[in-house]
């Protein structure tokens, strides 16, 4: 029970941080904790499992710069480990006049950001990639796949578990602190300085904390004593799903032009890996943070949530665009509405309601989405002790190698290793 670092948190980037932790330091010993009986459980296992390839970030961000080199790396280990994919590529479709100057705008950051392959195409291209699709003009994307990264983050546990990292499962921490030495483990408690107790009154000792939380990241950084902010607020996204006999009409990924106005990308179509296709998602307020269903409820987390004035702030911004989320989640035929814009052919009774997703969105207390990732620590004996995670959002999941070569580097720095 006595780790030199112990990874908070099973998911694809907790996994992937850990495996390239005990790569780096293999005499070092490792624990991933998890408080779900499972690894991947939450958004890891939750996602459109698409390997996107960096269209959208802003030039410089660390967004950018790591999903470009996630993506390439995805697709090689994939190789390495037999994993499959589809390199189905991905069209973003203009279908209104307006769209076109936003669409080009988005291809000249492809190119900022490195993006391989890109071009834009007309209609009649897009007719030839997408024979039901239709649209004025389209970024065409190559290089965008898609993957079950549920199986992905199976085998970096794998490869964390053969090189000597012990992952404990229905471990969910819910306290850190200094241990207290006594004249009896005076040399476990100077060198496994901090203890790390779960809601069963288990615990591990350990020198240093790596959290990669998710949905609870913020919690976690307030029990260890570190900032609140920024605050996790989580957005369910329902996703249809094309019966199977209507699957014909999707060949590759097909998305909307993003409005910049809005924070969200809008509904799109997505093939899977098991030859079904996810169309959506929208983005509502989840009244729970594990909440999948649409009646899943937690007094606790919900007033949290309502309670915060960043969400407020949020939502006075973008309230008509909510109103039509909300609207939108109650009603098929609204949704549909949505998806006739490119595929015409799409009818009511062509679809069925599918799974859900909860996103981990950070809000500051201005309002606005965190749209970078965010790394921190505290000060004090615990704080100086711990690297949180703070905001991992899409593309995490592509990103996630490239995102733990980075955590690794923060680690070695932070904790000396």
Not at 68 to 81: F, H, I, M, R, T
Not at 137 to 151: C, F, H, R
Not at 222 to 231: A, F
Not at 269 to 294: C, H, I
């Amino acid at each position: 029970s006595t780790f030199d670092v112990a990874v908070v948190g099973a998911g694809i980037v907790g996994l992937a941080s850990a495996r390239e932790l005990v790569r780096r330091h293999p005499s070092l010993a490792f624990a991933v904790l998890e408080k779900e009986k499972e690894l991947a459980h939450h958004q890891s296992g939750h996602n459109s499992g698409v390997i996107h390839s960096g269209i959208y970030y802003k030039p410089g961000s660390l967004k950018a710069k790591l999903c470009v080199q996630g993506s390439a790396l995805c697709y090689e280990y994939c190789d390495q480990k037999g994993i499959p994919y589809k390199q189905c590529g991905k069209l973003i479709v203009a279908v209104e006049q307006d769209e076109i100057p936003r669409l080009k705008a988005l291809y000249e950051r492809g190119l900022q950001n490195n993006v391989r392959g890109l071009k834009l195409i007309g209609a009649k291209e897009i007719k030839a990639k997408e024979p039901f699709c239709r649209g004025l003009m389209a970024l065409d994307s190559p290089y965008t796949g898609i993957v079950n990264y549920k199986q992905v983050a199976q085998s970096y546990a794998e490869d964390f578990q053969e090189a000597g990292g012990t992952i404990l499962t229905d471990f969910e921490v819910t306290d850190m602190e200094m241990a207290k030495e006594s004249s009896s483990e005076s040399e476990d408690g100077l060198k496994y300085p901090v203890v790390v107790r779960n809601s069963k009154g288990e615990e591990i000792y350990c020198r240093h904390i790596v959290t990669c939380a998710g949905l609870y990241s913020d919690r976690l950084s307030e029990i260890s004593g570190c900032s609140p902010e920024p605050r996790i607020v989580p957005f369910r996204g329902d996703y249809l799903v094309l019966k199977p006999e209507k699957c014909y009409m999707v060949k590759g990924n097909i998305y909307p032009v993003p409005n910049p106005r809005f924070p969200f990308l809008g509904f799109h179509f997505t093939p899977r890996m098991d030859g079904s296709v996810w169309l959506g998602p929208n983005a509502v307020l989840a009244f729970k943070r594990e909440g999948y269903r649409l009646f899943d409820f937690s007094a606790g987390e919900f007033l949290d949530a309502v309670t915060y004035s960043g969400l407020w702030k949020l939502v006075l911004r973008n309230l008509s665009y909510g109103l039509n989320e909300m609207y939108r989640a109650c009603f098929l035929s609204a949704q549909v509405k949505q998806l006739q814009k490119f595929i015409p052919e799409v009818t009511v009774n062509d679809v069925l309601r599918g799974p859900s997703g909860v996103r981990a969105q950070a809000l500051d207390s201005d309002g606005n989405l965190v749209d970078d990732f965010v790394f921190d620590g505290g000060s004090g004996d615990i704080g100086s002790r711990i690297l949180h995670v703070r905001n991992a959002p899409s593309p995490a999941a592509t990103s996630s190698l490239a995102i733990a070569k980075m955590i690794a580097d923060e680690v070695k720095q932070r904790f000396e290793l």
